[in-house]
């Protein structure tokens, strides 16, 4: 499968943005799928997981009540609803899927991006005023 991210920009702090993921070559109900992010001269980290049943989601600390993970199997496009942006937001994001069943979002197998083995190119979002 071939995942596509975009809907990356520029944003004022308190505002919002969605993140899509488009498929291909592959259905994405058949993936656990997350997204990442990567802020300059640190780690990529998980910000949201959805399990491939679409009904589990898992959203880190530090975005949860600001930010969805959903997924639209219609549109084979897996999205990240963010609002109430901070400036700490800023970083590329990466979507993610693995076919292997590691566990329940969230779960600490699930963190781990040496889990997934397909990613999407990354789009930037910079939260600046």
């Known amino acids: 499968v071939q995942l596509q991210a975009s809907g990356g920009g520029l944003v004022q702090p308190g505002g919002s943005l969605r993140l899509s993921c488009e498929a291909s070559g592959g259905a994405l109900s058949n993936y656990d799928l997350a997204w990442f992010r990567q802020a300059p001269g640190k780690d990529r980290v998980i910000v949201a997981a959805i399990a491939l049943t679409g009904d589990l989601a898992w959203h880190a600390d530090s975005v949860k009540d600001r930010f969805t993970i959903s997924i639209d199997n219609s549109a084979n496009t897996v999205y990240l609803q963010m609002d109430k942006l901070k400036f700490e937001d800023t970083a590329v994001y990466y979507c993610?899927?693995?076919?292997?069943?590691?566990?329940?979002?969230?779960?600490?197998?699930?963190?781990?991006?040496?889990?997934?083995?397909?990613w999407g190119q990354g789009t930037q979002v910079t939260v600046s005023s």
């Open positions: 993610a899927a693995t076919s292997t069943p590691y566990g329940l979002p969230g779960s600490r197998a699930t963190l781990n991006s040496r889990r997934y083995d397909y």
